[in-house]
């Protein structure tokens, strides 16, 4: 028999794919059970105090359920805290669960913002320049006279 290229080879099983994303969109996907947004697991949390940095994020999230995952977003340049991150926990209900705890709390001397994590269309989704616009920007300006 022959081989088709790219094609599984002969007893491989497949996965099939969720809500009609692509198999490897759904198995893959960082921060969902199952690839639908109903489902994430990662939450995104503003407001921070920028003295935090991530295991106290973790270890202050943690009363919500099991986190696997906590970062802190930072400044390149300087790499000091945005005041912002995300969290990310074993289960979707854990996250739902830190949401309905911790939205509108007092973290050190500030009030947080915690909400689901959107997540974001697939880049063939997208449009090139970010806008999301169909329309082009231009090019290079003019002519030379």
């Given at each position: 028999r022959e081989q088709i290229a790219g094609a599984a080879p002969a007893g491989a099983t497949h996965r099939p794919a969720a809500r009609g994303k692509?198999?490897?969109m759904a198995s893959f996907k960082r921060g969902r059970d199952d690839?639908?947004?109903?489902?994430t697991r990662k939450v995104f949390v503003t407001g921070l105090p920028y003295s935090?940095?991530?295991?106290?994020?973790k270890t202050?999230?943690?009363?919500?359920?099991a986190?696997?995952?906590?970062?802190?977003?930072?400044?390149k340049e300087t790499g000091r805290s945005k005041g912002c991150g995300s969290v990310e926990f074993?289960?979707?209900?854990?996250a739902r669960k830190a949401v309905s705890m911790f939205n509108g709390t007092k973290m050190g001397?500030?009030?947080?913002?915690?909400?689901?994590d959107a997540p974001m269309d697939p880049p063939s989704k997208r449009h090139a320049?970010?806008?999301?616009?169909?329309?082009?920007?231009?090019g290079m300006g003019g002519g030379m006279g």
């Open positions: 692509s198999a490897t690839g639908g947004a109903d489902d935090v940095d991530w295991t106290e994020l202050h999230f943690e009363s919500a359920g986190v696997s995952y906590s970062g802190i977003m930072k400044e074993e289960t979707s209900m854990d001397e500030r009030t947080i913002t915690v909400r689901l320049d970010g806008y999301g616009d169909t329309y082009s920007r231009g």
